[in-house]
Structures are given as C-alpha cells and as structure tokens.
C-alpha cells in the first residue's frame, strides 16, 4: 500500500490531501477563496497566487495531522503542473518540490484535467477503461475517451466560453452574483424552460464541438428585451446548456463503440438537469453512468492526489527541473479547434 500527498492551486481552490493507492481518501483539506474574488465578480489571479501561499502549508499540516501521518509516511508528493492560473500553479508546485526534497521523496507533476479524469476510478474501483468523459467545469468543456492513464483522445472542446463560464456569464448578467452556476440552477428551479427560444450552438452539424458565446449574446437580449423574467431565463438557458452537452456527447458515444461506461467530472456535474439528462443518455446506450460525489468533481486535492497513485503505480515520476505550465492539453495529438478564445 502506498501513500500519496497531493497539491492543488490551478484556480481558486488550495486543497491537500492523503489517498492511498487502493482508493482510501485518508483526509482532504480545502480553503475556497471565493469570498475573496466575489468583489471582482470572478477570479482575480493575483488575489488567487497571494491566498494559494497563505493557505497550503496549513492544509497540508491539517491533511497529516487529521490522518495521524507525518511526511515521512507519504510515499510520493504530487501536485497540479498545471494547466490554470501560472502564479497559483508555482505556488503549489514548488511546495511539492520543496516537500518532496525535504522529505527525499519523489515528485508526481500532475495535469488537473487528469486529476479530473481519473478522479472516478477513485469513486468507483470497479470502473476500467476506456470510458467516456465529459468534462465540464469552469475552465473546460471537453469530451475524452479514457484509454488509459496518461492516454486521452480528446473528441471535441469548446471554441469559445467553457459550459460553467456560461453559467457564470449568465448569471452575472442576470444580477444573481458569484459563483454563479448554484445560483443559476437555483433561479430556474422557479422558471419555466419553454418560456424564453435560445440557440443551440452546433447542435446537430457534423462539427464534434461545443460553443456557448453565441447563446450567453441570446441571453443577453433576451434579459435586455425586459420580456421574460429572471426565472424564465435562467430555465431555458440550462436547458439550452442541457440540450448542446446531450447532443455532443451522444455523437461521441456513437463514435466510439466499446467504452464502458459514461462519467462526468467538472463543477457543473453538480447541476441536477445536467445529471439527470446524462443518467437518460447513459441508459439509453446501455451504459453505466459514473458520476462522482459533489466535493470530488469540483477541485480538491484527493483528485490529485489519486492520479498521482494511478501514476506512480506504472513508475511515472517527474524530475526536480519540472515545470509550471499554464497550458497543457491532455490529448497532445489534438488539433486546435478553430474558433475566437479557443481553449486547449
Ligand atoms: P470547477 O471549475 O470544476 O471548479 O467548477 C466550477 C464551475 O462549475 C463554475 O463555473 C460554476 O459556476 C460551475 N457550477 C458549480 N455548481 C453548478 C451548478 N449547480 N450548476 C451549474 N454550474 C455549476
Ligand atoms: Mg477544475
């Protein structure tokens, strides 16, 4: 049985925690700085980089302490390398480096999309590959055949805004504050989902993508028309996100016959009309849906920590020279998706 430490610092999470590599989360520690952003309206980097290197050291004292484990019982240390905020990333790797030497135990530089994208098989051991993720969160939308770890085909991403920055968008354009996906899904709750005609972006074309700037500009004048109420929109704006996620997975998932089953992984995993439409879709491929609990879709530290146990499990450990890097694509081979603000 090995012990891993694991680091994250990519956006405004800083989160340690120790996993075992056969899937026990022995303590997960987290300090949301979102209190210190909802001024700004969203992520400010600088604030972010200022209270990573406030807040890791503690969480990292808290981690061991509440598994009643010193550094010396860890057997690796890894952390985010990126992709995210550069000055939080350094932040958090350089504390891994600094432990790891300290310690004299090797260094795990993990990719957060692959802390994303292995966090089920930490939820779910029985889950094997490969597997079809959906990976939905603040910085990405992207649809990933799993294939092994380390091993990710990327189908399809966003050529513009990612799904929750479309959540985000909406809701600071409708007044509901920050963040802004609980509050958004809070106000449709109470609207109707037909009342307001939305696009949906490349729904439907033979283009594999998504694409929400087009449907944030639709939100816009709808709220600006002064037509339709707060509720409303909010409604038929997740069920247009529902509607584009649905329809881009489905086409992946008929491309790719022999996955065993669909996940979801990302911050907007959390909105109950996304679950539920991929529970249907999952179901209607006669597929498992694998999704993981709330705390470990959103960022934390478990999920680094445990793609540093897939990892160093196969021997993949990273030298002392490593870097920070803020971009970072999973599926190296990719072609750039064609499009304004396009993201990795
Ligand atoms: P992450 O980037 O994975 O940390 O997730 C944060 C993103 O998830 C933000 O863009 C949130 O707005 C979004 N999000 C969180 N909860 C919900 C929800 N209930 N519905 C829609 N989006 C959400
Ligand atoms: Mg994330």
């Excluded at 069920?239 to 649905?246: G, K, P, R, S």
């Excluded at 680094?304 to 870097?323: C, S």
Aim: with cysteine.
């Amino acid at each position: 049985m090995t012990i891993i430490l694991g680091l994250e610092s990519s956006c405004d999470e800083t989160a340690a925690a120790l996993v075992t590599d056969d899937g026990r989360i022995l303590a997960h520690k987290l300090a949301t700085q979102e209190a210190q952003h909802r001024p700004y309206g969203g992520v400010v980097p600088e604030i972010a980089a200022r209270a990573h290197a406030e807040a890791l050291m503690p969480l990292v004292d808290g981690a061991l302490h509440e598994a009643g484990l010193t550094l010396n019982d860890v057997d690796a240390i890894a952390a985010t390398a990126g992709p995210g905020l550069i000055g939080g990333v350094m932040v958090g790797l350089v504390t891994g480096k600094a432990l790891a030497h300290a310690a004299g135990k090797p260094l795990i530089a993990v990719n957060h999309l692959e802390g994303h994208a292995l966090s089920p098989r930490l939820a779910d051991q029985s889950l094997q590959f490969p597997y079809m993720l959906l990976l939905v969160s603040g910085g990405h939308c992207q649809i990933l055949r799993v294939d092994g770890v380390g091993q990710y085909r990327r189908l399809a991403t966003t050529i513009d805004d990612a799904a929750g920055e479309a959540f985000d968008k909406t809701a600071k354009l409708l007044g509901l504050g920050y963040p802004g996906g609980p509050l958004v899904e809070q106000a449709a709750l109470a609207g109707n989902a037909k009342a307001v005609p939305l696009p949906r972006p490349l729904v439907g074309t033979a283009d594999p993508h998504f694409s929400f700037a087009g449907l944030k500009s639709a939100v816009m004048r709808a709220y600006q028309s002064g037509q339709y109420s707060v509720e409303d929109i909010a409604a038929s704006f997740t069920q247009a996100v529902v509607d584009c996620l649905i329809d881009r997975t489905k086409r992946a998932l008929e491309g790719n016959p022999g996955v065993t089953a669909l996940v979801v992984a990302g911050g907007v995993a959390a909105n109950g009309a996304v679950r539920d439409a991929l529970t249907q879709l999952a179901a209607s491929h006669d597929l498992p849906f694998v999704a993981p609990p709330l705390w470990l879709c959103t960022d934390n530290g478990a999920m680094i920590a445990w793609a540093g146990a897939e990892r160093f499990r196969l021997g993949m450990t990273d030298p002392m020279d490593v870097a920070a890097r803020p971009r970072w694509p999973l599926d190296p081979t990719a072609e750039k998706a064609r499009g304004a603000g396009v993201k990795a």
